[in-house]
């Protein structure tokens, strides 16, 4: 008999962290066979890949992206399933074709969540009483909002944990960094219309030039959501840019330019961030986190950044015994991957 096949579209690194685990591991387990896709420019993008894919030993097709976006259906044809990280009802991204493809041909989809934080999942100001067209969903923890999903939908769930773990060590800067005594990180998500505006991003960097200005002994690391920029707070990052002792950590261009949310957190000593999955990523790697202006219920047991006094106090007393507490709730990442496969196969 053939095992099922469940295809897997590596179409950035988000993929690649959230969804190789799995697919590595159901080809170790041998009840479902991965069909894996991944756009030429994401392995040379990030050569630390390639190493990885290669000892995976995973059934993969390596195009150009505009290859794998063309003519959808000749790739979809290869499988049974699908696995996202977006319900093919709701993607609005360049791979929309794909997923109207999917619904033509009623291929089954399984749907993944990649973020702690996430649109039509989790935030308060989503719609109630979304319907989900993929038969499985594997969530972190249960949902927080209940009717944000539809009845049906809620009857598909599998809650099985945080299931992102470090694929490859974190990796040192390209370029020397301004000597200091600790590296501090803010990391920042301004960027979903509805739930930050001018005014919040105003607050957090005025936090964070008053600090650099009290600690010029320390290095003080800002990171943008997987290191973009954004209308929204580029004025922002210019005026701090001369400052002696901030550097940013950039996707595409600084001294930290190419670097993950991991590799950046590999110089932490400490970090303060949104409330978003970068705080998981830090809590993984026992570093010790707070939470600026915690507006949601996640991260309840981490310490709170509303002013100056409370960034002075974290720092000063770096702890790292509310991290348990974290772990505890979202559980050992290893197991979470189990979980998925059990699910998965199950479904298939």
Aim: glycine share 6%; proline share 7%; hydrophobic share 40%.
């Amino acid at each position: 008999m053939t095992e099922p096949r469940l295809l897997f579209f590596f179409n950035g690194m988000p993929e690649y962290e959230a969804l190789f685990p799995i697919a590595r591991r159901l080809k170790q387990r041998g009840l479902v066979e991965p069909i894996c896709f991944s756009p030429s420019e994401v392995l040379r993008r990030e050569p630390r890949l390639k190493p990885i894919v290669a000892a995976s030993r995973l059934d993969f097709t390596i195009r150009p992206s505009r290859w794998l976006k063309l003519f959808p259906k000749q790739w979809l044809k290869r499988g049974d399933a699908a696995i996202s990280m977006v319900d093919p009802t709701m993607d609005g991204s360049s791979t929309r074709p794909r997923s109207l493809a999917m619904l033509e041909l009623g291929i089954p989809t399984i749907f993944v969540q990649h973020g702690v934080m996430q649109g039509k999942l989790n935030l308060s100001s989503d719609k109630r009483n979304i319907h989900y067209q993929s038969q499985l969903l594997l969530l972190f923890e249960d949902l927080i909002i209940p009717d944000i999903l539809s009845p049906e939908t809620r009857e598909k769930l599998a809650i099985v944990g945080f299931i992102k773990p470090l694929l490859f060590p974190p990796c040192p800067p390209k370029l020397p960094l301004p000597k200091h005594d600790r590296a501090i990180l803010f990391c920042h998500s301004f960027r979903w219309a509805g739930r930050y505006g001018e005014e919040d991003v105003a607050r957090f960097y005025d936090l964070v030039r008053r600090f650099a200005a009290a600690h010029q002994n320390d290095l003080i690391i800002i990171r943008s959501h997987r290191g973009k920029s954004r209308a929204l707070y580029r004025a922002h990052d210019k005026a701090l840019s001369d400052v002696p002792n901030v550097v940013f950590s950039h996707a595409y261009r600084g001294p930290l330019s190419g670097m993950s949310m991991t590799d950046v957190l590999g110089l932490a000593d400490a970090c303060i961030s949104t409330a978003s999955t970068a705080v998981l990523d830090g809590v993984y790697m026992d570093v010790p986190m707070a939470i600026y202006e915690n507006d949601q219920p996640v991260f309840q047991g981490l310490p709170n950044i509303t002013g100056i006094d409370d960034v002075e106090f974290f720092v000063s007393n770096l702890s790292r015994t509310d991290l348990a507490e974290i772990r505890s709730h979202y559980g050992d990442v290893e197991k979470n991957i189990e979980k998925c496969c059990d699910a998965i196969e199950k479904v298939m």
